[in-house]
């Protein structure tokens, strides 16, 4: 009854809005009035959304959408590449981007991804004899020694200016021992979204099966910048190693970052890691900042050019991708893959609107890059029921009536009127 009496109030008061309302002109035809309305309701046109093909990094071969104009992508030698925009994740140009190879010591930040939180960089920690076995012959190290007691920092800038696994084997050992690395180290790279990725060595020391690829250094690279424990690591040029009583000055392997040996220091260079093994070949993970943007270049065992060749090529990457800014469209992103999945349901939804022409709503989709969000739906206590609501069919027959009468009125009305 309560439902009754408000569907009838809201009846009578429509029937006396249409009496105060002015009666139409008698020459305002049917088809013009529809258009007004329509053209009162249409929505402006949304912005063009950009269609990132989400496989094709998968693909052999340079990469890259280039705008009429924008610059050519560099010849290089690298077996594999990636130049991607830190910020957004975008991948602006690539070459084999997931060509499995191995990494050598830019695997190491992968290590620091995973172990950095683990530890204040005040701690302290006496070496053990045992966290220094295993070390392949060969290995790059920073002088570590059993039974001096070293700040968790002088590790860390052990690993990421010498990069010493020396190092690298006393930070395993105080996060569950090597094996236990490796298997953190896994789960780290696929939360990441790097499925190229195989870890059997923490260090980056050769070791059968282990493999990453251009894209996943890429994907490292980016995650270590918004890490600023490790991007101030990475970005040190020269620091101090404790040796008990005294000290000695240690300088960054990546000549990028310090211009040492003859290669000119990058400006705006943020560093993150250098490696090379007689396998991998010279690889390198960069980052570099001009103005108000941020890149990141992986390069993966150049063929050409000599021990120095991969700064270069390196060097000339971003200088593209800096000079190319505004004036190329994704191939690809570095977004993790929860991320990469919104990105393809976005691309699905855009071509269901264009073979719609616009006629069906797809509803919101969203950003390339975002996480998809979650409906939360408040929850029942178990064996909980749902009280019994009306009906909404009555309701709506009710309406439905009214607004007829109330229409039909209307319709008198300017049958009246031409008659006067």
């Known amino acids: 009854m309560i439902v009754t009496s408000a569907v009838r109030q809201a009846a009578a008061g429509t029937a006396a809005l249409l009496f105060v309302l002015p009666v139409p002109a008698a020459t305002a035809s049917p088809v013009t009035l529809v258009s007004r309305v329509a053209a009162s309701v249409e929505e402006p046109t949304p912005p063009a959304r950009r269609f990132v093909d989400p ?5 052999k071969g340079v990469q890259v959408q280039r705008s009429p104009g924008a610059p050519a992508v560099p010849s290089v030698s690298a077996l594999s590449w990636v130049v991607a925009d830190a910020s957004s994740g975008d991948v602006l140009a690539a070459r084999n981007a997931h ?15 995973t172990a950095l939180p683990h530890h204040k960089p005040s701690e302290q920690h006496t070496v053990a004899d045992s966290e220094l076995t295993g070390i392949g012959a060969g290995s790059s190290l920073v002088g570590v020694k059993e039974g001096y007691t070293y700040k968790v920092s002088d590790l860390w800038n052990g690993v990421f200016l010498s990069s010493g696994n020396d190092a690298v084997h006393v930070l395993a050992a105080m996060n569950g021992g090597w094996d236990s690395m490796a298997r953190q180290m896994q789960e780290k790279a696929r939360a990441l979204g790097a499925e190229d990725t195989h870890v059997v060595s923490p260090d980056g020391y050769d070791a059968p099966g282990q493999v990453s690829s251009a894209y996943d250094l890429a994907v490292f690279g980016r995650a270590g910048l918004q890490d600023p424990a490790f991007a101030r690591y990475c970005s040190t040029r020269y620091a101090d190693f404790p040796a008990g009583s005294w000290s000695y000055g240690i300088a960054n392997t990546n000549r990028l970052l310090t211009g040492e040996n003859g290669v000119t220091r990058y400006p705006g260079l943020l560093g993150i890691k250098n490696g090379y093994t007689s396998n991998a070949g ?24 000599g021990g120095f060749a991969v700064y270069e090529e390196a060097r000339a990457l971003l200088d593209w991708g800096f000079e190319a800014s505004g004036q190329v469209q994704p191939v690809g992103t570095l977004a993790p893959a929860r991320a990469k999945a919104a990105a393809e349901s976005e691309a699905r939804a855009v071509a269901v609107a264009r073979d719609d022409h616009g006629v069906r709503a797809a509803g919101p989709v969203p950003r390339a890059g975002a996480e998809p969000m979650a409906v939360v739906s408040p929850r029942k206590t178990s064996g909980e029921a749902e009280e ?24 008198w009305r300017r049958w009246a009127g031409h008659r006067a």
């Open 388 to 411: 019994p609501g009306p009906s909404a069919g009555l309701p709506l027959a009710l309406v439905g009536s009214a607004c007829g009468a109330a229409l039909a009125l209307w319709g």
């Open 55 to 59: 496989a094709r990094l998968d693909r």
């Open 282 to 305: 010279n690889t390198l993970i960069s980052a570099a900042r001009r103005g108000d943007r941020t890149l990141v270049v992986s390069v993966m065992n150049p063929q050409a050019g």
């Open 99 to 113: 060509r499995k190879l191995p990494p050598a010591s830019t695997l190491k930040a992968l290590f620091a991804l």
